[in-house]
């Protein structure tokens, strides 16, 4: 049972527009969540995160939502850049029961055109 | 580069094999996590330490173990080895190990059972 989904394996975008990327989570215990990007060959890297006390976390081109209520949280980046390029992972965690780990998606690869 | 240090990069071994995974956290982290990526796959949280104690057990097999040592390194103990386990298995560490407590990954160890 996938308790957090990315139903999106694969968006192409063109550089300069927006990327919206989305994630499904069915746990209602989750309270906080976080957006990892990873290239070929390298551990995942830490992006952006959101708690479930907010509705919207913003970090420079990168802006993640959540909607509590549909248990969905999306990753906007804008102006999208060709580095961009990535899979990206929405992951989600549990402060209770004393354990922080992370559940991840199987991740969208986003490409993003010259 | 996270700070968080993994050996071997790559491992080729036969079926019923054991082999060890080495983790290095960045310096000042005290928990370590170990997620597997099989193919297609998410990253599925393995277990968890902290500052040397077990703190939280995913789906990992009775075949794996692992350690948490003084120094804070931790090392994975694959046994028995199964074409199965054939993944990417990565290390991450955190300061404590909090909730919100961002977990920084290491560039993973390619697992290949043959």
């Known amino acids: 049972d996938q308790q957090v989904k990315q139903n999106s394996p694969s968006l192409s975008v063109q550089e300069g527009r927006i990327s919206i990327l989305n994630c499904d989570y069915t746990?209602?215990?989750?309270?906080?969540f976080l957006w990892y990007k990873k290239y070929p060959a390298e551990g995942p890297t830490f992006l952006i995160s959101?708690?479930?006390?907010?509705d919207k976390n913003e970090d420079g081109r990168f802006t993640v939502f959540l909607n509590k209520s549909a248990k969905h949280l999306s990753l906007h980046i804008v102006p999208s850049q060709p580095g961009d390029s990535a899979v990206y992972f929405c992951?989600?965690?549990?402060?209770?029961?004393?354990?922080?780990?992370?559940?991840f998606g199987k991740g969208t690869k986003l490409t993003v055109n010259p | 580069d996270s700070g968080v240090t993994q050996t071997p990069k790559h491992l080729i071994t036969a079926t019923g094999q054991r082999v060890t995974l080495r983790c290095s956290p960045r310096?000042?982290?005290?928990?370590v996590y170990w997620y597997q990526q099989s193919l297609d796959q998410g990253l599925q949280f393995l277990i968890q330490?902290?500052?040397?104690?077990?703190?939280a057990k995913g789906n990992i097999l009775e075949r794996f173990s692992a350690q948490q040592f003084p120094d804070l390194h931790s090392e994975l103990n694959l046994s028995s080895l199964e074409l199965g386990d054939s993944a990417l298995y990565f290390c991450?560490?955190?300061?404590?190990?909090?909730?919100?407590?961002?977990?920084?990954f290491g560039p993973g160890t390619r697992l290949t059972v043959l």
């Open positions: 991450a560490s955190s300061v404590v190990g909090g909730e919100t407590d961002t977990q920084y």
């Open positions: 310096s000042g982290d005290l928990s």
């Open positions: 330490y902290y500052n040397g104690e077990e703190r």
């Open positions: 959101i708690s479930s006390i907010k």
């Open positions: 992951a989600a965690s549990a402060s209770q029961g004393g354990s922080e780990k992370l559940v």
């Open positions: 746990n209602s215990m989750f309270d906080y």
